[in-house]
């Protein structure tokens, strides 16, 4: 049922079919069966099976899938069992991954009530809230969540819209006439689902339930948000196939060529597989999960929980934040910062107000005390008690003799008070609704205007605060127009929500890293616009937009690549999302926070949504990548300096792994171009030692390698870098690679030469020279080992020399180190390993050369650095 639910009340009820009387059970139970259930609609889950292919087929998954193969062919089961364990839980990760989506929009049910008062056949009943249909005339009072989307038909409420707007005081909402130009959620007739009664009691007949509410729309926009990569696993796919297709090409290159030169077939092939199994990094995917998953664990420490492992890099990445206000930025606590008296003009809070002015504060509000002490009520008048003085709350209900509730079109509220022998009425409310019930000069009421202004123009809420002294004898007032007439402005009061303490510095690190922050806000602009410019937001200039859901796309796209940081006002769920698309099309890495259930689609749609862990809601939570459990802006920071080392940490060890691609592969060039007159210097099943054994717990040691200095002063990296470089390459295969590479073969050539061989004498089994021969290969696994020990102190830097981050701050890397001489000894000198490895022990002088490659590969890297430090010194 398509209905206007702004348009008059007679008309509305004609198009619903219902009266003060409600619906009839029958026709209810007709409207279920054509409209459905009042139940936020969850999208269909997609089948389990094409998830868990997608993972399987991964790239990554596909060369682990690759070497499990080979080592199953090679006979080592355990390595090729391991391999698959990897990949399982791989898969596991990224299908936990996918169905968060999913439950975000089932958190949004959480918000609906589970019965609720419906007039039918006349008669008041309790039904299963999931029954509402159109049409349905519902009872509400303090305390109860709204089951539908509804227009008051009598009575006033109070709401909290916090979960649909951001804004964080309650709202009122009367019975009445329709406001023209008015946004829907902020027509004060109307009520939303999923949003709850603060006070008051109303009518209000349903004209939205399930999916054609604010809420299930809400829900439909999270499940529109597909999940989208983040630049990690882009740019890990991306090296995957690299590596997948030079690995495949060169391996039927040189599977030809050894054809050509002579080779036998069964050589060739063991030539072919050994490139192929020297190029795929068996441990670059665990590596990368176990890294990432090491970031998690220190980030919950900091209080930010990830529900995703890639989101620790994307953080690292991020170069926009886009942040709420109410409860990020702020406290989320209404406070009294100045206030205006005709007689001191404006004041700080740092004076307490005048005692009229305090009393009139304190007595115009409804707030109450908690058994344990504390105030208890609607924000804004907490903070006028507080503002007050804390007076004694019991004292005031004693005197009160009438409570005219907040009206949203009349925007006062009032109270009688008997003080003595007479009565006062107390009145609140927007300063121009004052002014236009107060008996007040010319000129004392363009005093009061000026000062309006000038609150205003710093950020603050205002309210006129008034009172009228009634005869001893006059009666109470019966209705608000006899009370709130002729009235005396006292002065004027102006309400801050404080920003939290941390944020300001939080925010100038934002900048000294070079990321930018905007403001989302359902707030209004000046509000907003203080609050931004107060912790420092607006570097090197702010703009305000005041209505954000009316701004064009074009002119959304010349904000966002322009130089300025903005504050988004008045934003609508449709608004975020529009932002995060905007600046995601621009190639901005974009997170984006939120408490509300308004937030969830854009939470969904960034790179990485942050909520609030403490003060958010449970869809905004499970449709973020990132918790904040002290809901604390500054906690984001900490978040991206530590996603940037992880990000660093990955590329070390990247590094790390792809320079013994170098040595790997060209004993088996030398093999294939000499045409088998050098024998093979290394052995698929070293290789596989070396790659599965050796080198893996020092890569992973990498992975917790301490930040390099100046990680935050450093602008964010582009979104078109990836996550390998030329200049990683040049350093891993042009340095690091040749020198580990020149090394291993001229031990290789040393072992065979002191045995007096020569090119293409025989060294297989059975010939004289096999002995020299299996010392010859265990040289140079062992010299490969040996190599990685350089690589690896290498690349715990990129640019500072290893003397700044200092060579003992790793002592993971430092036991990696020893395991992987412990390994190699044992496969070098226990005969088990001997006769499966083809390894034999080594002379003491062969050790003693083999021992100089650690600071000789790690020696001319340094010299690399060092050269590139003063080069761009110069």
């Known amino acids: 049922m398509i209905t206007d639910p702004r348009e008059p009340l007679p008309l509305l009820r004609q198009e619903l079919r219902t009266g003060p009387r409600g619906l009839s059970a029958r026709e209810a139970a007709r409207r279920l069966v054509v409209y459905g259930p009042n139940t936020v609609r969850r999208g269909r889950r997609s089948s389990l099976l094409p998830q868990l292919g997608r993972q399987l087929a991964h790239p990554l998954a596909l060369l682990l899938w690759a070497a499990a193969a080979l080592a199953f062919v090679a006979a080592m089961p355990v390595l090729g069992w391991a391999i698959l364990a990897v990949i399982v839980v791989n898969a596991a990760f990224a299908l936990l991954q996918e169905r968060q989506a999913e439950r975000a929009v089932e958190a949004l049910a959480a918000y609906l009530p589970e019965r609720a008062l419906v007039v039918r056949d006349g008669r008041t009943q309790a039904v299963e809230a999931v029954e509402l249909v159109p049409g349905d005339l519902v009872a509400l009072e303090e305390g109860d969540k709204v089951p539908a989307d509804a227009r008051l038909t009598g009575g006033a409420l109070e709401i909290d819209m916090s979960m649909l707007t951001g804004e964080s005081a309650p709202v009122e909402r009367v019975a009445g006439p329709s406001e023209d130009g008015v946004a829907l959620l902020r027509e004060p007739n109307l009520i939303f689902s999923g949003t709850t009664c603060v006070s008051g009691q109303a009518q209000a007949i349903v004209f939205a339930t399930g999916g054609h509410t604010e809420l299930g729309r809400i829900a439909s926009l999270s499940q529109r948000g597909r999940h989208r990569d983040s630049p990690l696993e882009v740019q890990v796919k991306r090296v995957a196939w690299l590596i997948a297709a030079v690995a495949v090409g060169m391996g039927a290159a040189f599977l030809l060529i050894g054809t050509l030169v002579g080779l036998p077939v069964t ?405 294939a171009l000499s045409g088998g007159a050098i024998p093979l210097p290394l052995t698929v099943l070293q290789i596989l030692a070396i790659d599965l054994g050796t080198e893996t717990l020092p890569a992973l040691a990498l992975g917790r390698e301490p930040a390099e200095p100046g990680l935050m002063s450093r602008p964010p990296r582009p979104a078109s870098q990836g996550v390998i470089s030329r200049d990683m390459l040049v350093r891993a295969w042009g340095y690091l690679g040749l020198v580990s590479a020149a090394l291993v073969m001229g031990v290789f050539f040393y072992v065979l030469r002191r045995a007096g061989w020569q090119p293409g004498d025989p060294t297989g089994p059975g010939s004289p020279l096999h002995q020299a021969y299996l010392m010859a290969t265990t040289a140079t696994f062992a010299g490969l080992v040996t190599c990685q020990i350089g690589t690896a102190m290498a690349a715990r830097t990129d640019h500072a020399p290893l003397r700044q981050v200092g060579l003992t701050s790793n002592p993971l890397l430092l036991a990696g180190i020893a395991f992987e001489l412990a390994f190699a000894a044992a496969l070098i000198y226990l005969p088990p390993l001997q006769h499966l490895f083809g390894t034999a022990a080594l002379p003491i002088d062969v050790l003693a050369v083999i021992a100089t490659f650690p600071v000789i590969v790690w020696g001319t890297d340094e010299l690399r650095r060092w050269v590139r430090r003063r080069r761009a010194r110069s």
């Open 267 to 671: 050589d060739a092939l063991m030539f072919a597989i050994g490139l192929l199994v020297a190029n795929v990094p068996e441990g670059l995917l665990p590596t990368i999960t176990l890294a990432l998953a090491v970031g998690v664990r220190v980030l919950a420490r900091r209080g930010a929980v990830v529900k995703r492992l890639s989101a620790v890099e994307t953080l690292g990445s991020t170069n926009v934040i886009c942040t709420d206000k109410t409860g990020t930025l702020t406290e989320n606590r209404m406070r009294l910062r100045a206030y205006w008296t005709p007689a001191s003009g404006i004041v700080t809070r740092d004076a307490p107000p005048p005692a009229e002015l305090a009393q009139v504060m304190s007595d115009c509000t409804t707030v109450s005390r908690t058994d344990d002490g504390a105030l208890r009520g609607d924000p804004t008048e907490i903070a006028l008690v507080e503002g007050a003085g804390s007076p004694d709350l019991a004292g005031r209900d004693e005197r009160r003799r009438a409570v005219f509730r907040f009206d949203a079109r009349l925007r006062l509220m009032s109270t009688v008070s008997r003080h003595g022998d007479k009565l006062t009425v107390n009145v609140k409310g927007a300063p121009e609704a004052v002014l236009a019930h107060a008996v007040i000069e010319q000129q004392a009421r363009a005093d009061v205007l000026a000062a309006v202004d000038d609150l205003a123009r710093r950020g603050l809420r205002v309210l006129a605060i008034a009172a009228r002294d009634l005869p001893a004898a006059a009666p109470v007032p019966a209705h608000r127009e006899e009370a709130e007439t002729e009235l005396r402005v006292l002065g004027l009061v102006g309400l801050y929500d404080p920003p939290r303490p941390e944020a300001a510095e939080a925010v100038a690190r934002c900048h000294e890293a070079g990321l930018r922050v905007h403001v989302v806000t359902g707030d209004n602009g000046a509000t907003a616009a203080a609050v931004a410019a107060e912790v420092g937001i607006g570097v090197p200039r702010l703009t305000v937009v005041a209505e954000a859901e009316q701004l064009h796309d074009h002119d959304l796209d010349e904000l966002l690549t322009g130089d300025a940081e903005v504050v988004f006002a008045r934003s609508s769920p449709e608004t975020k999302l529009k932002v995060a698309d905007a600046l995601r099309a621009h190639g901005r890495i974009v997170a984006m926070t939120g408490d509300g259930a308004n937030d969830a689609p854009a939470l969904h749609a960034a790179h990485i949504g942050v909520a609030m862990g403490a003060s958010g809601t449970d869809v905004a939570r499970e449709a973020a990548t990132l918790v904040l459990t002290d809901d604390n802006f500054a906690t984001i920071v900490a978040a991206i300096e530590s996603g940037r080392r992880v990000y660093d940490n990955v590329r070390k060890f990247i590094l790390y792994i792809f320079a013994h691609a170098v040595p790997e592969i060209v004993p088996f060039l030398i093999f």
